[in-house]
């Protein structure tokens, strides 16, 4: 249930921030708006890959 719960959090995360970053380029706003975007984008893809890392190794430890 935790692993679940993980990948959700992070997959909303990087939801938030492609829907920041393609309303900024919608918007034609300045430069900064779009990098804004990018940054829970980043956040919200190394949590995923956190938790498959994670996931991973309480499976192999499981396994053992």
Same mark, same amino acid.
């Given at each position: =249930?935790n692993s679940i719960l993980? &990948? !959700?959090?992070? @997959?909303?995360?990087?939801? &938030?921030?492609?829907?920041? !970053?393609?309303? @900024?380029?919608? @918007? $034609?706003?300045?430069?900064? &708006?779009? !990098? =804004?975007?990018? !940054?829970?984008? $980043?956040?919200?893809?190394?949590? &995923?890959?956190? $938790? ?5 190794? @309480?499976?192999?430890? $499981?396994?053992?």
């Amino acid at each position: =249930m935790n692993s679940i719960l993980s &990948f !959700l959090i992070s @997959a909303g995360i990087i939801a &938030f921030g492609l829907w920041i !970053l393609t309303y @900024a380029i919608e @918007a $034609a706003s300045p430069v900064g &708006f779009p !990098l =804004m975007g990018i !940054l829970p984008v $980043a956040i919200g893809s190394i949590s &995923f890959y956190e $938790a498959i890392c994670e996931t991973k190794l @309480a499976h192999n430890v $499981a396994r053992s």
